[in-house]
């Protein structure tokens, strides 16, 4: 009995090392979450539920082998990760700080995507590549960038700082920072020069396209009246 109980207490010591030193190495990235989210009650919650922690938590120590050219390694522990949250981050990859994954099922991550600091991408995003050539093939994303829904960001293209990709956009050219980008192809509209809403309003996301019929319905409406 006494013996059961020692190993319990063992178990329980190693348990509380491990959270103490995820809550330490990633204090950066559990913040981020907590910010961004408002479903996040405690760092307690980040740390245990949130599949996004987990597959950068796996993406960190994988990146490590990659760099050190344990690419068979490096790959192994990505598969688990994507096993095990459903997102899928190539180890080759280079991620910046404070960076959220919300939800995350069915995020890619392409081997040569390079990620600035306090990013945030939404389920089904993908950073992925155009073609078999190697070499940089994927996409560099500024700082404060947010990539919505189900968007594909695709080749070696740049985003810029403190721009927004709405929900299923398909993006295939460079965008500049303070841009929003909506449809398919990527419609770049500016909103005033000014760094995107970082309350995440995605309900009044500007779209070029709309914005010109209703000018033009205005316009007819004026010629009728007169």
């Known amino acids: 009995m006494i013996l059961i109980l020692q190993i319990l207490m063992l178990i ?9 030193m995820i809550f330490i190495i990633f204090y950066a990235d559990i913040r981020a ?14 740390i ?7 597959a950068l938590i796996y993406y960190r120590i994988a990146h ?13 522990i990505s598969q688990l990760s994507r096993f095990f949250t459903g997102i899928e981050i190539h180890p080759g990859a280079s991620i910046g700080k404070r960076f959220f994954i919300d939800h995350g099922l069915g995020v890619v991550i392409g081997e040569t ?5 306090d990013v945030l991408l939404y389920q089904g995003a993908t950073l992925g590549g155009t073609g078999i050539a190697k070499g940089k093939r994927h996409p560099t994303l500024g700082n404060h960038v947010v990539v919505g829904a189900g968007a594909k960001v695709l080749g070696n293209i740049t985003i810029g700082d403190n ?9 295939i050219k460079d965008v500049g920072p303070n841009s929003t980008v909506v449809g398919v192809p990527g419609r ?3 909103q005033d020069g000014r760094k995107m809403d970082t309350s995440l309003d995605h309900v009044h996301i500007l779209d ?3 914005q010109s019929m209703e000018e033009l319905q205005a316009r007819i409406k004026n010629l009728e009246n007169k």
Not at 12 to 20: E, H, V
């Open 163 to 171: 721009s927004y990709i709405g929900a299923n956009a398909v993006v």
């Open 12 to 20: 329980l010591i190693l348990a509380l090392g491990k959270f103490i």
């Open 33 to 46: 979450a907590q910010k961004r989210d408002p479903a996040a009650k405690s760092a307690l919650e980040v």
């Open 64 to 76: 490590v082998f990659y760099r050190m050219h344990l690419f068979f390694f490096a790959r192994l």
């Open 113 to 117: 995507s390079v990620i600035g600091d």
């Open 188 to 190: 770049i509209t500016k």
């Open 208 to 210: 070029p396209i709309m």
């Open 48 to 54: 245990l539920l949130y599949p996004g922690l987990h």
